[in-house]
């Protein structure tokens, strides 16, 4: 066997071995994008699920409170405007720290998705 015919083969080889590396790395990409889409997704659904049920729970509490606050001070009126300034409070609470919550969101998603 000659050099250049064992270069030849060598050759091939490692052709060989870097194609089935090239195909198994794209078949690990396919797979590990579904896997954070469909974690990705199933997460959502389940947060889009269980937010309405809070929401409408959430409702239903805030309108009995502030129905409760107007029993006790003898004015609906003044009951739901204690609620509303409530809401208004926690909505401030929330913008002041929003840079906290994204950070947070952000820590979490690339855990996620980078694991």
Not at 16 to 37: A, C, P
Not at 38 to 44: H, I
Not at 100 to 109: A, N, P, Y
Request: charged fraction near 15%; proline fraction near 0%.
């Amino acid at each position: 066997m000659s050099v250049f015919e064992s270069l030849n083969e060598t050759s091939n080889k490692a052709k060989d071995i870097g194609e089935r590396y090239v195909d198994t790395s794209h078949q690990y990409i396919k797979l590990k994008i579904f896997q954070q889409l469909t974690g990705g997704m199933s997460l959502f659904g389940k947060l889009l699920l269980i937010g309405s049920f809070l929401f409408i729970a959430f409702i239903f509490l805030a309108i009995s409170a502030a129905i409760a606050i107007g029993y006790w001070l003898e004015n609906f009126a003044l009951g739901a405007l204690i609620i509303g300034g409530l809401f208004l409070c926690l909505a401030i609470l929330v913008y002041l720290l929003r840079h906290r919550i994204d950070q947070k969101f952000i820590e979490t998603m690339s855990d996620l998705f980078f694991d």
